[in-house]
C-alpha cells in the first residue's frame, strides 16, 4: 500500500511540475502592448481595418484592470462613431456589426479581469478580428508581466 501512495505522490507531483500547478505570477505595474495591424484582403471596405491596444495593470500579482481599444489604421479610435459614413448611419446592418465589434471590447477586457486566465477568455460571435486582436495584444502584455 506505502508502494503505491509513494508512486501517487511521485505521478501528482510531476504532472503538478508539468502543468504548472496554477496560474503564472506576473510583477505588479501597467502594461501596454499593440497587436499587429490586420489588414483585409478583400475589396470590402465594410470588413474592418486597424489593430488593437490592450493596458493591463497588475497588483498583487494579479491582474486587477484591463482596457481594450481598437483603432482604424490611421490610428482613429474605433468608437460609437465607427461604422458611419461622414457621420451618418448610411448602411444600419453595418453599423450595427461595427458597433457590437466594438462593444465586445469591454466584453474581452472584463472577461481577462474577471477570469484571470488569458486561455479562458471566451471569443462573442461577430467580433472575431477583435478577439484575435485582443489575445495578441493581452498576450504580449502578459508576457512584458512575467516575473
Known amino acids: 500500500m506505502r508502494k503505491y501512495a509513494i508512486l501517487l505522490l511521485a505521478c501528482m507531483t510531476a504532472a503538478a511540475a508539468v502543468t504548472g500547478c496554477g496560474q503564472k505570477s506576473y510583477k505588479d505595474g501597467t502594461y501596454t502592448a499593440q497587436s499587429q495591424e490586420y489588414v483585409n484582403d478583400e475589396d470590402d471596405s465594410t470588413a474592418g481595418n486597424g489593430y488593437g491596444v490592450v493596458t493591463l495593470t497588475i497588483s498583487g500579482g494579479s491582474i486587477t484592470a484591463c482596457e481594450f481599444k481598437t483603432y482604424e489604421l490611421d490610428g482613429t479610435l474605433k468608437g ?8 451618418e448611419i448610411a448602411n444600419r446592418d ?8 466594438v462593444g465586445a471590447c469591454d466584453r474581452y477586457a472584463q472577461q481577462l479581469v474577471d477570469k484571470g486566465n488569458i486561455k479562458d477568455v471566451d471569443a ?8 484575435n486582436e485582443f489575445m495578441e495584444a493581452a498576450g504580449e502584455a502578459l508576457k512584458q508581466a512575467e516575473e
Open 80 to 87: 460609437e462613431d465607427y461604422g458611419k459614413e461622414n457621420g
Open 94 to 101: 453595418f453599423y450595427n456589426k461595427a458597433q457590437k465589434a
Open 124 to 131: 462573442i460571435s461577430g467580433a472575431t478580428v477583435n478577439y
